[in-house]
């Protein structure tokens, strides 16, 4: 079984990397701030759900700590891949990053938000912009994100938001096909149409395959 597989679902494990990043983000920008949201900040997180952290620095140092996160995170554990909200990709001072690490399961992708002191208070900050927005973006890459997630809906007993989720992987790279409720043919499919469209992410969407097979029995 791969890194993705059942085994390395260790809350503990992610509770952990969780704290280490925070450090890592509080000790980096003197006057910033880090903090867990959603569910790990709840108490209502499950095995496979993701990190949600929020960095609030000072507005002077917004381009410059945005700008450190991949070296910054590299510190704590090895950076497979980062992509950016392509809604707030040109925010002056908000951002949303996506990031995958090496050697640990795919469900605990890090949702880290970046925003400048003096619109902590507003979280909706930009979001309906266009002067935000930024059209250089992997829709490939957004198409695996749906379909790790595909994968968790299914373990997690939500076929229908599941299959949403891979309609919309299909139609965001523009290819024609039906979702069969065959989970792992679909989200393989997915993941195999993402590649040859951008065979950079085929490292990802290796990973994405991997994963639909560690969970195969529960997703038949």
């Given amino acids: 079984m791969s890194e993705e597989g059942r085994e390395s679902l260790d809350p503990v494990r992610r509770a952990a990397l969780a704290r280490e990043l925070l450090r890592a983000l509080r000790s980096h920008c003197a006057g910033s701030r880090a903090e867990p949201r959603g569910s790990l900040a709840r108490g209502t997180a499950d095995a496979y759900s993701d990190i949600d952290l929020l960095w609030t620095v000072p507005d002077g140092r917004f381009d410059a700590c945005v700008a450190a996160v991949p070296d910054l995170l590299g510190t704590v554990r090895g950076v497979a891949s980062l992509r950016v909200d392509p809604e707030l990709g040109n925010s002056r001072k908000r951002r949303l990053l996506f990031v995958d690490f090496d050697r640990l399961p795919l469900f605990w992708r890090l949702d ?7 619109v902590a208070g507003r979280p909706g900050y930009d979001q309906d912009n266009p002067a935000a927005r930024r059209d250089d973006w992997s829709r490939p890459a957004s198409a695996l994100a749906n379909a790790v997630a595909a994968v968790k809906a299914v373990l997690r007993g939500r076929p229908q938001t599941a299959r949403g989720l891979l309609e919309r992987g299909f139609a965001r790279i523009g290819a024609v096909d039906a979702v069969t409720g065959d989970w792992f043919a679909d989200i393989t499919r997915l993941a195999e149409a993402a590649a040859a469209i951008e065979p950079a ?20």
Avoid at 112 to 118: D, G, K
Avoid at 205 to 216: G, N, S
């Fill in 112 to 118: 880290l938000e970046v925003v400048a002191l003096s």
């Fill in 201 to 220: 992410r085929g490292p990802l969407a290796e990973r994405v395959v991997r994963l639909a097979q560690d969970h195969r029995a529960d997703l038949s």
